[in-house]
């Protein structure tokens, strides 16, 4: 079994052969300078591959994974990326008991075959975006070319009228927290909010944040999972 929290410490290996013009002879037995070996840390080579269908898609290329509907029977939530991601995983297993499923792609504007892929198995397609500028875009793109619904395609503030991103759960006192965590002095940024999540979801701890941020994620969870069904 693959932990995708694992998966934020991995790296991508890529062998590479050069090309030889020499004779078949001579470009079968290649020494090790003709071979370009890349390590890629996970994180940078998803990045890097904007194409890709979700996060988890190196990975599952690597293992010659398949889905099939023995695996694919029951639908969830498809998030724009990884922040969003482990945020609501971390929320989903800290109170919610793990139960709700969550789908990670590279960006707002890449759910596409994704979408595809749901709606070709029968599955309820859920998307959940960010009330943002390209978050509120994309909802009305994939609503006009896929015909989704209202009820296919929502964005945070639909949920919750005080979110306009994930971000938007932790107030000044969680950042703080979360910075003296980190041991950095300077302003808390998403980047550190995710290191933090990530870390703490693989450790199955709970960050010590405000009253206030678990109101807010009890109840935004709580609406993520009724907007699943």
Do not use: C
Not at 110 to 129: A, C, D, F
Not at 137 to 155: G, H
Request: glycine share 6%; no cysteine; net charge neutral.
């Amino acid at each position: 079994m693959v932990e995708p929290m694992w998966l934020e410490q991995a790296y991508i290996v890529q062998n590479e052969i050069m090309a030889s013009d020499d004779s078949l002879f001579d470009s079968a037995v290649i020494d090790d300078a003709s071979v370009d070996v890349k390590v890629t840390p996970y994180r940078q080579f998803v990045d890097q591959n904007p194409n890709l269908v979700s996060y988890f898609q190196p990975i599952l290329d690597r293992l010659s994974v398949v889905p099939s509907k023995f695996d694919l029977n029951a639908g969830g939530v498809i998030v724009e990326g990884k922040s969003d991601y482990y945020i609501l995983q971390y929320l989903n297993a800290n109170y919610f008991g793990g139960k709700l499923n969550i789908f990670p792609v590279t960006g707002a504007g890449t759910m596409g075959t994704m979408i595809g892929l749901m709606k070709g198995w029968g599955l309820p397609v859920r998307i959940l975006l960010d009330a943002d500028k390209a978050g509120n875009k994309e909802k009305e793109r994939y609503q006009t070319d896929y015909f989704l619904s209202e009820i296919e395609v929502t964005t945070l503030r639909d949920l919750s009228s005080n979110l306009k991103e994930i971000e938007d759960l932790f107030n000044d006192e969680d950042r703080k927290r979360i910075s003296k965590i980190l041991a950095k002095s300077s302003k808390t940024t998403k980047k550190d909010i995710l290191t933090v999540m990530q870390e703490h979801l693989a450790s199955g701890k709970r960050v010590k944040l405000t009253a206030d941020f678990s109101r807010k994620a009890k109840k935004l969870i709580k609406e993520v999972e009724n907007y699943s069904k």
